[in-house]
């Protein structure tokens, strides 16, 4: 640093232009101290100058190449910046990175940058920062004495041991055995150590003395988002230094060294570079787990590795694993993990700098992986007894809660009925356990292999093959394949043994979240009650996400982007979205904020009490016309609190008044409390909603209480039934006037009168009113006013003498109330009185014999006749129909008599149903006429006689079955439809006749 600063310029950038020149500098480093493309000069104080000042102090003193704490300090920085100046920023092979993953590689090039230059500052100030990258010239590399070098070999010698017992062990627990590399899959099965590591939980006492934790990075992103690929992608930036990976799977390593080779770094890839011995041309890729870290880490050298990349890095927060990565603090580590928790550790613990962050959100709208929809389904048996021991259940006791024959069958036809033979992997409690479950599967036709670590490599080998073919497509296991098992084809994840580890979890869900061009998205079925909120033991998928709602079927992840190929179909849902949904979350506001959110399609039924009623307030104020039919089935299945509740709520607030006079309707024939009757009194009296709405208000609250309605006392009822009465004082003012002569001066015979005169009109009135029938008595009562107190004592008197049957008195005032008005009738129709008498009702006029077959003619006929006259169209009665069979009504009486003792089948044929105006009626006689002449029919003279004589009706047609053929028109000139189905001859089209001057006209028929 300070040769750097002497270097510099008087402008404060650093002088590149001397012996040697930055072209050699850059030669001699192996990377590039300039971005490609980026010629400007370097400015002082940036990690760049020092990488410059540092590489020409190191060529001055005659160095060969980087010094290893160079290449440790300098070599990730210089091979980010080289990746990130790139357009398109891709692997050895060509791979071009994601958006993530670029986001990870500038994160923590953002994180070295500010680091180095943080400490710099601190150093010109002259304080000595405790993040201060340690004097790594000063560590022992390789230094070991004779009695060291005897126990490494007693290590190495009792690792081989471990490891043959370690697999014996993990076949016992159902991990295979490390023969299945050649198979290329990543098992989750725990190694040696690695459950020492985990399940070992105690902290440590004291004061951690920890320098290197200012060199400890971590990123998480989701599984099957590509964590490997942006491994490779650190693995590129060191180009100049060693590059350690840890895993903790022994076949992981295998899996680690294929995706490597496959990215063209395979000339890189060495056996671990331990104690002094020789470093590698090349600086080497080296691959190894957990479990070997723990026994070699004071054996690495350090020259050798300056990166540490820690795959799964949740499973690195073991006590034992720890304090072996802060033992080794010289290099620079990256943690990569889906999931930053294990039991009560947080992967920041060990890696405190946090350089990028990839949601599973953000990860399904970018459509890296799957999105999930979720299933739930109650499970056959309780694990409230079930233990929990190391952050998950007891597999002993969750086995034998489990494993019967009728669950095991039962799962087997569920999976079956649901997803068919589609792809799917199923989580057992044990190998036992799912050696049963498969088998019942295979017994209801489902293709379904059990694999566990008793299964023969070979025959595990070729079962994951099978699977991978599609000769199996139900896979049941117990723990086998959580982690690190890749099969995009997998759909279905079925949790038929629950976990209360949401580590565990987050590993099983992630083998369903790999891309498929035949997925449409993941299904996760959980095993737990509908309506269990995230504080229920067991682990669900709402809440692992930490999502408010379930729906059944419905995607718990958010909606991908739609990509639309035209040479592939989209693949269809899996399973289909239920019309309801029930809120899971266990924050009270969160909670209220979906139902208030959803009131249409939320489960009412599954909430509780509080809850319906805080429904029934929403549902209530929001509601409308069209949601009555549904409401009425939801308000039948709750209880009658929260029924009640949405009445009240509804007549109170609602905005549609029809709904209002419903729901206090429904509230007063609900059978309400003394208190609530008494609120909706009050509610009719007063509130401004129910202005409009007083009278029926309060007559539907007394007819409701003349019916037995309200549980309160008699002085309840009659109290009401007077307040009510006066609600309607119009009405009831109405109803005394039109039966009492006189009521109206009756009614105002006390205004303005007191002292004994009010008292004498007061008895007189109550005499009156007591002459009266109930109805009409009451009704005086309750509109007669006064202010003397004499005289109203005097009226109180009565009423209480009229109140002996408070509910006959309730029944009798709202009686007084007239219903509403409803639809406006049609006008009066233009037949007489003497052909309407004697005639079917409306309804029976228009019916044809084959009314079906009519249906289509009927409804072009109605819809030309509105548009043609809609006054026409208006004055007739319901049902009627306008046929060319029309009864002609005569004048004189004997005609309406003749029509009206026709048959009555007859008449409700030939009845009048259209009133026609006079200028029609005299455009068809005058049409009538043109037409007969155009026949060659002589007109005669029109006499008296012939005008006053009506011409007999023709013989009507019949049908081959015996009925009368009715023949209706549509238009003057187009064809028409019979009721036999056989469409009349068309019209001829009559031709108008010279008019001829008759002696005398003739005057219309009357209709």
Not at 882 to 902: I, P, S
Request: include cysteine; hydrophobic fraction near 40%.
């Amino acid at each position: 640093m300070r040769e750097a600063e002497s270097s510099a310029t008087p402008t404060g950038f650093v002088d590149t232009a001397g012996d040697p020149p930055l072209d050699d500098v850059e030669r001699w480093i192996g990377e590039r101290i300039h971005a490609p493309g980026d010629e400007g000069p370097i400015r002082t104080g940036t990690l760049w100058a020092g990488a410059y000042a540092d590489a020409v102090r190191e060529l001055a003193d005659g160095l060969p190449s980087p010094s290893p704490e160079y290449r440790r300090r300098y070599a990730l920085p210089l091979g980010l910046q080289r990746m990130l100046a790139e357009d398109e920023p891709h692997l050895q092979s060509g791979l071009a990175l994601r958006p993530h993953q670029v986001d990870a590689l500038a994160g923590m090039l953002a994180a070295l940058v500010g680091d180095y230059e943080r400490i710099a500052e601190a150093e010109d100030e002259g304080e000595e920062a405790e993040a201060r990258i340690a004097d790594e010239s000063t560590a022992v590399v390789g230094e070991s004495d004779a009695a060291d070098d005897e126990d490494d070999e007693d290590d190495v010698d009792d690792e081989d041991n471990e490891d043959e017992e370690g697999a014996d062990a993990d076949a016992e627990r159902g991990a295979p055995a490390s023969a299945l590399g050649s198979a290329h899959i990543d098992l989750a099965v725990p190694d040696e150590g690695d459950e020492e590591d985990e399940d070992d939980d105690e902290d440590a006492t004291g004061e951690i003395d920890d320098p290197g934790a200012a060199r400890r990075y971590r990123f998480k992103h989701p599984t099957a988002s590509g964590k490997t690929v942006a491994a490779a992608a650190f693995v590129d930036a060191s180009r100049i230094t060693g590059v350690l990976i840890l895993t903790h799977r022994r076949l992981l390593v295998d899996q680690f060294r294929r995706d490597l080779t496959e990215q063209g770094y395979a000339h890189r890839i060495k056996d671990p570079v331990l104690g002094k011995a020789k470093a590698p041309a090349v600086p080497p890729i080296s691959i190894e787990t957990y479990a070997w870290f723990i026994k070699n880490a004071d054996r690495l050298n350090r020259d050798v590795y300056g990166v540490i990349l820690c795959d799964e890095a949740h499973t690195a927060l073991g006590d034992r694993t720890s304090a072996a990565i802060r033992r080794v603090d010289t290099p620079t580590y990256i943690g990569m993990t889906a999931t930053d928790q294990l039991l009560q550790k947080h992967v920041g613990d060990v890696f405190p700098a946090e350089i990028a962050d990839f949601p599973l959100a953000e990860a399904v709208l970018s459509g890296v992986v799957a999105p999930l929809r979720a299933v739930r389904v109650p499970p056959g048996a309780s694990l409230k007894r079930v233990r929990i021991v190391g952050g998950d259940y007891d597999q002993a006791e969750l086995a034998e809660a489990l494993d019967h024959d009728a669950v095991n069958m039962a799962a087997a036809m569920y999976y079956l009925d649901m997803f068919g033979q589609r792809p799917g992997i199923v989580y057992a409690a044990g190998v036992d356990h799912a050696g049963r479950v498969a088998a019942a599967m295979r017994a209801v036709g489902l293709k379904a292999a059990a694999v566990s670590g008793r299964t023969p490599p070979r025959e595990l080998a070729e079962t994951l093959a099978g699977y991978e073919r599609g000769e199996v497509n139900v896979l049941v296991n117990a723990q086998l394949l959580a982690e690190g098992w890749n099969a995009p084809r997998a759909t279905v994840c079925m949790h038929l043994a629950p976990t209360a580890s949401r580590r565990v979890y987050q590993q099983r869900v992630g083998r369903v979240m790999r891309l498929h061009r035949r997925k449409e998205a993941g299904v996760v079925v959980d095993f737990a009650e509908a309506a269990a909120p995230h504080t229920d033991r067991t682990i669900t998928l709402h809440s692992l996400l930490d999502v408010d709602v379930f729906q059944p079927g419905a995607l718990v992840t958010p909606r991908p982007p739609r990509v639309r190929r035209r040479w592939r179909r989209l693949p269809k849902a899996l399973v289909r979205e239920a019309p309801w949904l029930v809120p899971v979350t266990p924050d009270p506001a969160r909670r209220a904020l979906v139902i208030r959110d959803n009131w249409k399609t939320v489960a009412v039924d599954r909430l509780p009490l509080d809850e319906q009623e805080l429904w029934a307030e929403h549902a209530a104020e929001r509601a409308q016309p069209k949601d009555l039919e549904k409401l009425a089935r939801v308000l039948v299945a709750v209880p009658r609190e929260a029924r009640l509740r949405f009445f009240a709520k509804c007549a109170a607030e609602n905005r549609h008044r029809q709904l209002r006079l419903e729901a206090l309707r429904d509230l007063a024939q609900s059978g309400p409390g003394t208190n609530l009757f008494e609120q909706a009194v009050r509610l009719v009296e007063r509130a401004p909603t129910w202005r409009q709405d007083r009278q029926q208000g309060a007559r539907t609250l007394l007819l409701a209480l003349g019916d037995g309605y309200g549980e309160a006392s008699d002085h309840y009822v009659s109290a009401w039934a007077w307040r009510l009465a006066a609600a309607s004082h119009d009405a009831q003012h109405r109803r005394v006037a039109a039966v009492v002569d006189g009521g109206r001066d009756l009614v105002r015979s006390l205004a303005g009168k007191g002292g004994e005169e009010a008292r004498r009109q007061a008895l007189e009135v109550v005499r009156i009113a007591e002459e009266q029938p109930l109805d009409v008595g009451a009704a005086i009562l309750a509109c007669v006013r006064t202010s003397d107190m004499g005289a109203e004592r005097v009226l109180e008197d009565a009423r209480i003498r009229m109140s002996a049957d408070p509910r006959a008195l309730a029944a009798a005032l709202g009686s007084n109330v007239p219903l509403p008005k409803g639809i406006k009738r049609p006008g009066r129709s233009r037949l007489s009185a003497a052909q309407l008498k004697g005639a079917q009702p409306p309804s029976a006029v228009g019916a044809l014999p084959n009314e079906a077959a009519h249906e289509e003619p009927k409804k072009r006929r109605r819809r030309r006749k509105r548009k043609r006259g809609g006054d026409e169209a208006a004055a007739q009665p319901d049902g009627a129909e306008t046929t060319a069979v029309e009864a002609r009504a005569d004048e004189g009486a004997a005609a309406d008599g003749a029509a009206a003792a026709e048959p009555a089948e007859d008449a409700g044929v030939e009845a009048v149903v259209a009133a026609e105006r006079p200028a029609r009626r005299r455009r068809r006689a005058r049409a009538e006429q043109a037409a007969d002449a155009a026949a060659g029919e002589a007109p005669a003279p029109p006499d008296a006689e012939a005008v006053a004589q009506p011409a007999p009706d023709p013989e009507p047609e019949r049908a081959a079955d015996g009925r009368r053929r009715v023949v209706i028109e549509d238009e003057p000139d187009a064809g028409a439809f019979s009721s036999d189905g056989l469409a009349a001859a068309p019209k001829r089209r009559r031709r108008a006749r010279p008019a001829a001057a008759p002696a005398e006209p003739a005057e219309p028929a009357e209709w």
